[in-house]
Every structure is written in structure tokens, then in C-alpha cells.
């Protein structure tokens, strides 16, 4: 079992390439949180607990 997170199922980031697959969910957020800082110049860490519950819903099991 793997984790997959595509950045284009986001809302507003439909143009974006970026997808990440990990084989843990604890991996899976911390390729999504560099993804976002390189590519979107995001910090994670800034997050709230509604972004953070939004994203949950886009992690797909693979």
C-alpha cells in the first residue's frame, strides 16, 4: 500500500504537474510540504487545520 497526492486536485492549483506517491502517510506530507515550498513557495507549516483537513480529503491510497 502507497500514498498519492496529485497537486492539480487542489483547488486553484489546477495547473500544476506536481504529484507525489510514498509508502507512508508520514512521507506523503512531508514530500507535499517541500513540494509546496519549491514550488509554490508555500510554508506548511502555516498551514490551519482547515487547509490541512482539505488536503487530507486529496490523498488517495494507492
Known sequence: MAYSYACADCEGMES?????VAETE????????LHAKLAHDENASAWDDKTRT???TLV???
Open 26 to 33: 508520514n512521507e506523503l506530507w512531508q514530500l507535499l510540504a
Open 16 to 20: 500544476c504537474p506536481g504529484k507525489v
Open 60 to 62: 488517495k491510497v494507492v
Open 54 to 56: 482539505y488536503l487530507k
